[in-house]
């Protein structure tokens, strides 16, 4: 409920900013307010009323989420062809405080919660230091490829060969790939541990990245698709994988402490990935891809619960 208030805070500076200094500063109480609200929290507060059998939910949440920028990109541009960009934050502030600030209060929270099932989960050791950091290190990783490709997807993809009409609408198959991945996973994967789904998932990226050096840019789409069905599945391995391997017990916190690391490399990512296009062309793909193979093998060295 409060990232609701801290995400109007945050674009209300940005509609009433006077100076480039209090964009920055609106962008910064955003992102404060992403940290709090966005999808960590949505899956702690999952765990904490459905326990162990918190993975069908959370898969549930991003099915829905997947739409996010299907519903937000086009409201967004109506808004500031209507009315300006100024008051589309405030556009955007009002929906926060008047549509998901009641849902959020909506919630269950304390006795309100779910009855929990009738056999608790079982109390294990406590996880390894290793295998925490191994965790923290696929998230951060994957998330650089993921945060690296939003930013440069189309001018990557031009720079394989494509032309900007196939970059685009290759780039518009991210969104309905990563949907369609995890309905997989909902369906048939959810039969599977989630470290399987996950190094599959990983394994995505350099598959696509090895096919765009290859074949240049009639791979465009092969490229966009393979990244975002492997996007769609990472997006819910940060709240099944660790459910799965360290319980529900203190799951909220230690979440927090795995997507610490992913926050700084999603925010260096667009400025590294993009000097390395600039400088080395499509080959810039090379360093996701060789990314996301060293995410593979650390989740190949993590073991099931």
């Known amino acids: 409920m409060l990232s609701n208030v801290v995400f109007a805070l945050g674009l209300c500076l940005l509609a009433a900013a006077p100076v480039p200094a209090m964009l920055y500063l609106g962008w910064a109480v955003i992102g404060f307010g992403m940290g709090i609200g966005l999808y960590e929290a949505g899956f702690a507060t999952l765990a904490g009323i459905y326990g162990k059998d918190a993975r069908a939910p959370i898969t549930g949440i991003t099915l829905i989420a997947g739409f996010a920028s299907t519903v937000g990109w086009p409201l967004s541009g109506l808004m ?25 209060a909506w919630l269950p929270r304390g006795s309100e919660a779910l009855p929990k099932p009738a056999i608790p989960d079982l109390v294990g050791p406590p996880p390894s230091r290793r295998a925490l950091w191994l965790l923290a290190f696929v998230f951060a990783a994957t998330w650089f490829n993921s945060t690296a490709m939003a930013a440069h997807l189309p001018g990557l993809l031009q720079a394989a060969g494509a032309s900007t009409a196939t970059a685009i609408a290759a780039g518009a198959l991210i969104g309905p790939a990563q949907v369609a991945a995890r309905l997989l996973e909902f369906s048939l994967l959810r039969r599977f541990h989630p470290l399987v789904s996950t190094r599959l998932a990983a394994a995505a990226h350099p598959v696509a990245a090895v ?12 490229f966009a698709l393979l990244h975002g069905a492997g996007n769609g599945i990472m997006t819910i391995a940060k709240g099944t994988l660790p459910l799965s391997l360290f319980g529900a017990d203190g799951y909220g916190q230690r979440l927090g402490w795995l997507n610490a690391p992913a926050r700084i490399s999603q925010a ?9 296009l600039t400088g080395w062309g499509v080959n810039a793909v090379w360093l996701t891809g060789g990314i996301g193979l060293a995410a593979l093998l650390a989740l190949v060295l993590l073991k099931r619960r």
């Open 268 to 276: 260096a990512a667009p400025l590294i990935f993009g000097a390395a």
């Open 80 to 104: 500031l062809a209507t009315w300006g960009w100024r008051e589309a934050c405030l556009g955007w502030a009002l929906i926060h405080l008047v549509i998901a600030l009641p849902l959020n």
């Open 211 to 222: 096919a765009l050096i290859g074949v240049g840019g009639p791979a465009a789409y092969v």
